[in-house]
């Protein structure tokens, strides 16, 4: 059964570009409501681990050094069908691909700096906010 819950960053890119305001937002028009949130940075080691899924990948190495280039922002949201809708909102992973209004068209500079995180699945938004929020953190 579809949760309620989906978990999102603010990538390293659209927090250098003073875009943190202008995506949440987004978020909030769109009818998400923020239920956990924190302004944080990653060590590579940490970034490695949460994308661990995509080891394998030839851009891993890229990916990881990017997400701990700066600080980002981590929120769980919620809405009715939040993961489809939420990665609706966000747009095609390349924001040259991403639909017209889509936080990437708006907000990304490229696949890899493409502004913002949205989960893949039900499990992995549970996955994802757990890495980053305590039981108490996440009402
Ligand atoms: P995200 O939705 O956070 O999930 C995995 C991330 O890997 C993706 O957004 C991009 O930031 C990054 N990514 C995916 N494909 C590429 C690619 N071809 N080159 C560089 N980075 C990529």
Request: no cysteine; aromatic share 10%; glycine share 6%.
């Amino acid at each position: 059964m579809a949760t309620n819950r989906t978990f999102t960053m603010v990538k390293p890119d659209a927090v250098e570009a003073n875009n943190i305001g202008n995506i949440l937002a987004k978020i909030n028009e769109a009818g998400f409501r923020i239920v956990a949130m924190k302004y944080t940075r990653l060590s590579a080691e940490q970034a490695g681990k949460f994308y661990e899924v995509h080891s394998e990948r030839p851009f891993y190495g890229e990916l990881v050094e990017y997400m701990s280039s700066g600080p980002i922002v981590a929120a769980i949201l919620e809405k009715d069908n939040a993961v489809a809708d939420f990665r609706t909102l966000i747009g095609a992973t390349d924001p040259a691909e991403a639909a017209e209004g889509t936080i990437r068209a708006l907000y990304a500079e490229s696949k890899a700096k493409n502004a913002v995180h949205g989960s893949d699945s039900d499990e992995n938004a549970e996955i994802e906010g757990n890495f980053f929020f305590s039981q108490v953190e996440r009402p």
